[in-house]
């Protein structure tokens, strides 16, 4: 299984709703990340996991919350989300210092 | 800070011509470099990669891509366009921390026409 799942692949939600968006990948990967992609820009990293522990933060708003419970799954919790906030919410995952090479399809957020 | 220029944002080539799609580094080291394809609606797709071996890299789908270090230049080539080949491209510098913390460009829009 050499893939990236995420779901949902579409999510609408308003600004006072709580969701979670869901990464799961089964290649041992101990590294896995969330980049945020709005229209027609290029992704732009959020977090990085190392071994279930969170290494890297881009100085994301706190309304934006990423878990990684075991070294298979992450999630992103959101909560109080702006408009500006929809884009595409990609997930991709590696093995240490190789080329990141397994991304996601992602998951498109709307936020009204 | 390492950073990548694409040149163009947009390229449109016929089918079975050749593709040409510039990018630039500034890097104060010797750098990893990428490109990735995006296709409509979906994820990245890793088309090669440089890591300081060889200065012309081959990648997938007949890519390749030549590693210039004196004109700090990294384009991405193919001989002869197909269709499928209409996506983004994005240009990538890894910031290499440990882990892979890319830095794109602004990616160019290839259109293929018949």
């Known amino acids: 299984d050499t893939e990236v799942t995420q779901t949902p692949k579409h999510l609408v939600m308003g600004m006072t709703n709580k969701k979670s968006l869901k990464c799961e990948q089964h290649m041992g990967h101990r590294a896995m990340y969330w980049y945020k992609q709005k229209a027609k820009k290029p992704p732009e990293l959020m977090f990085v996991?190392?071994?279930?522990?969170?290494?890297i933060n881009e100085s994301v708003p706190s309304r934006f919350s990423p878990e990684c419970p075991n070294s298979s799954l992450l999630n992103l919790h959101l909560h109080a989300l702006q408009p500006e906030d929809s884009a595409l919410y990609l997930c991709a995952s590696s093995q240490g210092g190789e080329a990141l090479k397994y991304f996601g399809p992602g998951t498109r957020l709307t936020v009204l | 800070a390492q950073s990548v220029t694409q040149l163009d944002s947009h390229v449109s080539v016929s089918e079975g011509t050749p593709v040409l799609l510039r990018c630039n580094y500034s890097?104060?080291?010797?750098?990893?470099l990428f490109w990735y394809v995006q296709h409509p609606n979906k994820g990245l797709q890793l088309l090669l990669k440089?890591?300081?071996?060889?200065?012309l890299v081959k990648g997938i789908n007949g890519f390749e891509a030549e590693f210039k270090k004196s004109e700090t230049s990294f384009h991405l080539t193919k001989p002869s366009a197909h269709m499928s080949d209409a996506a983004e491209y994005f240009c990538?510098?890894?910031?290499?921390?440990?882990?892979?913390?890319?830095?794109f460009g602004t990616g160019t829009r290839l259109l293929v026409s018949p």
């Open positions: 890097s104060s080291y010797s750098p990893s």
């Open positions: 996991y190392s071994y279930e522990k969170l290494s």
């Open positions: 990538v510098v890894s910031d290499y921390t440990g882990f892979q913390k890319l830095v």
């Open positions: 440089y890591t300081s071996a060889a200065t």
